[in-house]
């Protein structure tokens, strides 16, 4: 009777450790196969095989949202240290393309684009009022002149028709308030409803992981683990889903027109970026 007992219970002991590591898994188990990755190794320059810098302005001199920056492709503004990327936004007289701005920063397009898919980016975000990091991304059809695959010649769609999917967007008059976004031809820009965030502690000091999981149906947000906001529209047309095309990676610090003015420098430092599908 003992061993009778023995091996009822060693069989829920192994039923319920089984359902509970299902349980365990996380939504993006369907995703395994890692696809591309920059784990930011090796000294100086970003990788140029992966990352494209995109510095062109926009016509009329700024870039989009009121934006007080260049983007520039100089070391001082990305380069990778120690195994991380640093983007570094820097406050300094900078001219370029006939334009005078008083900030720096730099805009890095991804060379790799991808339909469905998850993506992990581990990072610490800069501090100080007016700065706007980013992690996001594009239909690379996007009609954007100076962008990386505008300049391969796929731009033939205007935004937010091409659609734009911000992983993560964090602004330093809400520090540690963090979110994410769905931009369509339906909800856009300010007027944007498909988004949600988290206030988490320390994203400045300490790394998270923010994913995204990018389904045929569906796309859900994730900051270590745990779902902030899932995108799921009940109809999918042109103007809800422009998302069944290849869409690529961007890493920006923007700098608002209400940055501190005793600001001087801040980055974001990013561990890896890594797409499975």
């Known amino acids: 009777m003992r061993n009778y007992l023995y091996v009822?219970?060693?069989?829920?002991?192994c039923f319920f450790t089984t359902q509970c590591g299902?349980?365990?898994?996380?939504?993006h188990a369907i995703f395994?196969?890692?696809?591309?990755?920059?784990?930011?190794d090796g000294e100086g320059a970003i990788d140029s095989k992966k990352w494209f810098h995109q510095t062109q302005l926009p016509s009329g001199g700024d870039w989009y949202g009121g934006l007080v920056n260049h983007y520039t492709d100089r070391l001082e503004n990305s380069y990778v240290k120690d195994g991380f990327l640093h983007i570094v936004a820097r406050k300094e007289i900078f001219n370029d393309q006939g334009e005078l701005k008083e900030y720096t920063s730099a805009r890095l397009n991804s060379k790799f684009a991808f339909t469905y898919g998850r993506v992990e980016v581990?990072?610490?975000?800069?501090?100080?009022?007016?700065?706007?990091?980013?992690i996001w991304m594009l239909n690379k059809n996007i009609n954007e002149p100076g962008a990386y695959w505008q300049k391969q010649g796929f731009g033939t769609t205007f935004w937010?028709?091409?659609?734009?999917?911000?992983?993560?967007?964090?602004?330093g008059k809400n520090q540690n308030y963090v979110?994410?976004?769905?931009?369509?031809?339906?909800?856009?820009g300010d007027d944007v409803i498909n988004l949600g965030g988290k206030l988490l502690e320390n994203v400045s000091n300490e790394f998270h992981t923010y994913?995204?999981?990018?389904y045929e149906d569906k796309m859900v947000f994730s900051i270590d683990g745990s779902v902030h906001y899932t995108y799921e529209p009940p109809l999918?047309?042109?103007s809800t889903w422009p998302f069944t095309t290849d869409q690529y990676l961007l890493l920006n610090i923007a700098i608002e027109s209400d940055i501190e003015p005793s600001f001087q420098k801040s980055a974001m430092v990013v561990d890896y970026v890594r797409v499975y599908q």
Do not use: N, R
Not at 32 to 40: I, M, R
Not at 160 to 171: A, K, M, S
């Open 236 to 238: 999918k047309d042109s």
């Open 160 to 171: 937010p028709v091409c659609g734009e999917v911000d992983i993560l967007e964090h602004w």
């Open 22 to 27: 299902k349980k365990k898994e996380s939504s």
């Open 122 to 134: 581990k990072a610490k975000l800069p501090t100080g009022i007016g700065t706007w990091p980013a």
């Open 8 to 13: 009822i219970s060693l069989f829920f002991i």
């Open 211 to 214: 994913a995204l999981d990018w």
């Open 179 to 188: 979110q994410s976004a769905v931009h369509t031809e339906s909800s856009a």
């Open 32 to 40: 395994k196969k890692l696809v591309w990755s920059d784990e930011f």
